[in-house]
Nanobody, 115 residues
Framework: QVQLVESGGGLVQAGGSLRLSCAAS????????MGWYRQAPGKQRELVAR???????NYVDSVKGRFTISRDNGKNTVYLQMNSLKPEDTAVYYC?????????WGQGTQVTVSS
């Protein structure tokens, strides 16, 4: 059974940093594409950052240069380092993968950036 468990969210002032973690079980992050998504109130869920199994990364334009996705294969965990946070980054952040032809999501972690 695939499980993704996010942690690391919280309340931070604008300009601050947070690191989100996504601990995976049932799959290996080293051989699966992994993504971080976010959903702000009243908005659609959007892809923030993605890492392929080969290690390639891509980011939504609004976070380029501020966010970094990475993984620790030994811990089977994916991270999202978020720097220079802005109030518009406030959202619930979700980890996602696709395994055996279906998507799996974590429960989400709240990130709130105060101005």
């Amino acid at each position: 059974q695939v499980q993704l468990v996010e942690s690391g969210g919280g309340l931070v002032q604008a300009g601050g940093s947070l690191r989100l973690s996504c601990a995976a079980s049932g799959i290996m992050v080293s051989v699966n594409d992994m993504g971080w998504y976010r959903q702000a109130p009243g908005k659609q869920r959007e892809l923030v950052a993605r890492m392929t199994y080969g290690g390639s990364t891509n980011y939504v334009d609004s976070v380029k240069g501020r966010f970094t996705i990475s993984r620790d294969n030994g811990k089977n965990t994916v991270y999202l380092q978020m720097n220079s946070l802005k109030p518009e980054d406030t959202a619930v952040y979700y980890c996602r993968t696709v395994a055996w032809g279906r998507p799996y999501w974590g429960q989400g972690t709240q990130v709130t950036v105060s101005s």
